[in-house]
């Protein structure tokens, strides 16, 4: 899935507010399972992964650069 769709459905899952940079939006593509996973871990993954960065702005906030 690109990015952009992750993003929407992370925040759907686990109630944040998931933004990405523009520079991502409609790019990358990921694919993986996961099953009970906090949001951060999932994050932790793909930025470990891919290369991208995120940071938390508040609890219910999450940016992807």
Not at 37 to 63: C, D, H, Q, W
């Amino acid at each position: 899935r690109l990015l952009t769709r992750c993003a929407m459905t992370w925040s759907m899952w686990y109630g944040v507010n998931v933004v990405l940079a523009d520079n991502l939006v409609g790019k990358g593509c990921i694919n993986f399972t996961i099953t009970d996973e906090s949001l951060e871990s999932v994050l932790s993954i793909i930025s470990a992964t891919t290369g991208v960065n995120y940071r938390f702005e508040s609890p219910k906030s999450a940016i992807v650069y």
